[in-house]
């Protein structure tokens, strides 16, 4: 019986004797409880295409096909072979709850068996597997063991227990928890009953006869796992292979076949929008409407609009024929060696990308295994890697990668990592470190730091000599995975309470192990005492006679605002800065300030070209632009009461005001009197010819004068008015 997935049993005992617990201890019950429900979440969560059932026995009531003639009593067939689901969940969190009687759990046995047999009959599975909770607290018949053995082999079925205790005392790990010793387990109490060691015994018997090397093995405790199944389990992927030709020049072809080694993972499923109401998806529509932004908001056809790339302050519409015709055009799917190189002449600080691919010689072909083992022997040998050219598909874009050489015990192949293009570097003029003497550190600041790292590595040395890994990356789940399954779980099976804390077992995935904790103590206190860190206070600033004699109010703002300036620490932006030599249509007014303070420029030829740039973007009567011309104009009036000069702001904008109306330019106005942005007062600028009651009224007249006037609004038809609304319909 073969196949891709695998049928499982989980065969629970629900007995009174499973509620029986010591002081303090959690019951039995509750643990195996733990146990299903985190096995399950598993499944779910892996969209595996395992099939469970779930079976109760010790219930008070009875629903088997096997009740006949008081056989087989109070034992539940809960649910059939199926799919894991959320379903399956909220039954084990609602429906599953401690009952009142007592059954055999080899009869459970022996109903598990006979699902299986029934519910797999024409089907293929690869693994017929039955696992049974229960704390063995129960009177069972062992006249019939045998014969459950014999058909348990007979059936290929194979069996594992979960019970409250170990196995016994010279338990190994990989059964649970015998190093912790008996009596801490819970269930256990003041020691065994005497059916539970009876059960035991028999649990024992049975597993050695089903496996006379690894039965045992097969014997968990709850505690353990609990442990091991708080991890959510990965989606499964199946291994896809990726054919192809490597190729060398236009005469040597070599057959190979990638499999991707390490690539990012990624949750399958995304967040989709349903009914509040009735949470089903079916029942929300969601439409997409073009429509002009007029105040008709007359709707635009989807096939009357184009897809447009914004150049500068221009829209540059392209079509759909556009733009397959200006995609990278390639023969297909390639894994073409460019050339070799040196290893140490590519750095790893230069991969890129998403994954590794392996890549191997294709197993029934023998000519392109010799030919591939030679390449990366040569490669190996000579400390030497290939650069290659990969491109996936004919669909998607080339790329330029290194292939290094791979040799194992069991198998060989190249690595594929893919390396940058000139535009995927990034290059910063940071100046060098060594070039400054204050920043040299001394020698023992140096062996600080070398201790430090001593005492913080991961990877050391056992009493046999081999290199163990402390903190093994590759077994830390993805917390964003497992918080965001925890939720969802909780959330399915507990709604309208409030989402749980994140589980201490994950906190304690990701943190620094107590080892290096303890051991690096020494160092970082030696660190403080070689690098200690000292408050700097900012000097005071140098009183001038001046401000002793009570004149500083005389000082000019723009001779304070150069001092400020002056002040202001290095950054990244001031690189950017240096590349302005007028104002830009892409930001005007960082420009605009950057001018102002190089003063490469008069103060008057810059506000000329700002205001230009102010008029084009009003031509465009569009929101975003009248936005982008606020911004603009707040730039310039703070730039005009930062260097005292007022009258080039408010010429500009008393010139303004006057052709907003022959302009059609009231939705401008309106934004700009929202934003109180008026003339400039001789309570800012003593030099203005404004008073403060007069700018005030500046923008107040205005909002008269609308009262009277309705605008009319031209309609340009650009292509800058289509705006998308997104409505949703509920059905």
Not at 14 to 31: R, T
Not at 47 to 66: V, W
Not at 515 to 527: D, F, G, K, T
Request: aromatic residues 8%; glycine residues 4%.
């Amino acid at each position: 019986m073969t196949g891709t997935k695998s049928a499982l049993v989980l065969c629970m005992d629900v007995g009174f004797s499973m509620s029986n617990s010591a002081p303090g201890e959690e019951p039995p019950f509750e643990l195996a409880k733990k146990v299903i429900q985190k096995f399950v979440q598993r499944q779910v969560f892996a969209e595996t295409k395992d099939e469970l059932a779930l079976i109760l026995f010790g219930t008070d009531s009875t629903k088997n096909s096997l009740d006949q003639d008081g056989q087989y009593q109070n034992i539940t067939v809960h649910r059939h072979l199926m799919i894991a689901d959320f379903e399956l969940l909220e039954e084990i969190e609602n429906q599953i709850h401690p009952e009142s009687q007592q059954a055999d759990w080899l009869d459970a046995i022996v109903v598990c068996m006979d699902l299986l047999q029934t519910e797999t009959k024409g089907k293929k599975y690869n693994r017929l597997n039955i696992v049974l909770l229960s704390d063995l607290n129960t009177e069972a018949s062992s006249e019939h063991v045998d014969v459950i053995i014999e058909n348990l082999k007979k059936a290929d079925v194979t069996l594992q227990f979960f019970l409250p205790f170990p196995a016994g005392d010279d338990d190994e790990e990989g059964r649970g928890d015998a190093d912790k010793g008996g009596l801490s387990h819970p269930g256990m109490g003041k020691g065994l009953s005497r059916e539970q060691k009876s059960n035991l015994d028999m649990v024992k018997h049975v597993m050695l006869n089903l496996d006379e090397e690894d039965g045992l093995d097969q014997i968990y405790t709850f505690r353990n796992a609990i442990e091991q199944l708080c991890m959510f389990k990965c989606i499964e992927r199946r291994p896809m292979a990726w054919p192809c030709q490597l190729t060398i020049g236009s005469s040597l072809s070599i057959r190979i076949v990638g499999y991707k080694s390490v690539t990012e993972e990624k949750l399958k499923k995304a967040w989709i929008t349903v009914d509040a109401q009735t949470n089903l998806k079916e029942d929300v529509k969601r439409e997409t409407v073009y429509c002009l932004e007029d105040d008709n908001e007359t709707e635009v056809q989807t096939d009357d609009t184009i897809q447009g790339f914004r150049y500068g302050s221009d829209i540059v519409p392209f079509s759909k024929v556009d733009q397959d015709q200006m995609k990278y055009k390639h023969d297909g799917k390639c894994f073409a060696v460019l050339g070799f190189t040196k290893q140490n002449m590519v750095h790893r600080h230069q991969f890129m990308g998403s994954q590794v691919i392996k890549i191997f010689a294709p197993k029934d072909d023998e000519h392109a295994g010799v030919a591939l083992s030679a390449l990366i022997r040569a490669l190996d040998e000579l400390k030497m890697l290939a650069i290659v050219r990969y491109a996936y598909d004919r669909r998607s874009n080339p790329q330029v990668g290194a292939a290094f050489p791979c040799i194992k015990q069991d198998y060989e192949c190249l690595m594929y990592i893919q390396l940058p293009f000139m535009e995927d570097l990034r290059q910063f003029p940071f100046p060098s470190l060594e070039n400054n003497k204050k920043l040299i550190p001394s020698e023992t600041q140096l062996s600080a730091v070398d201790s430090l790292i001593d005492s913080m590595m991961l990877v050391e040395e056992n009493e046999d000599g081999k290199q163990k890994d402390m903190f093994k990356v590759h077994k830390i789940p993805n917390p964003a995975f497992q918080r965001h399954f925890q939720c969802l779980h909780h959330r399915a099976v507990n709604p309208g309470t409030p989402l749980p804390a994140i589980e201490e077992w994950l906190k304690a995935a990701i943190e620094r192990p107590e080892v290096i904790s303890e051991r690096c103590q020494a160092p970082l206190e030696e660190m403080k005492k070689k690098f200690p860190l000292t408050e700097v206070e900012k000097k005071k600033k140098l009183k001038t006679s001046a401000q002793i004699f009570g004149k500083d109010s005389e000082e000019p703002d723009a001779k304070k605002a150069k001092g400020d300036e002056e002040e202001d620490d290095f950054n990244l932006a001031n690189i950017a800065e240096g590349s302005v030599t007028s104002v830009g249509s892409v930001d005007p007014a960082r420009d605009f300030r950057t001018l102002i303070k190089r003063k490469s420029l008069p103060f008057g030829d810059v506000c000329q070209q700002l205001t230009h740039r102010i008029e084009q973007l009003l031509g465009n009567k569009n929101t975003p632009y009248y936005m982008k011309s606020i911004t603009c104009i707040q730039a310039f009036r703070e730039q005009s009461v930062k260097l005292g000069n007022a009258d080039l702001y408010n010429s500009y904008l008393q010139s303004l005001k006057k052709s907003i109306s022959n302009r059609g330019l009231e939705v401008f106005w309106d934004l700009l009197v929202q934003d109180a942005i008026s003339l400039i007062s001789k309570d800012e600028v003593e030099e203005s010819t404004v008073s403060k009651n007069e700018a005030h009224q500046f923008l107040l007249a205005e909002e008269k004068k609308e009262e009277a006037t309705v605008p009319t609004a031209e309609d340009t038809g650009d292509v800058d008015d289509l705006v998308s609304i997104e409505l949703f319909l509920f059905l």
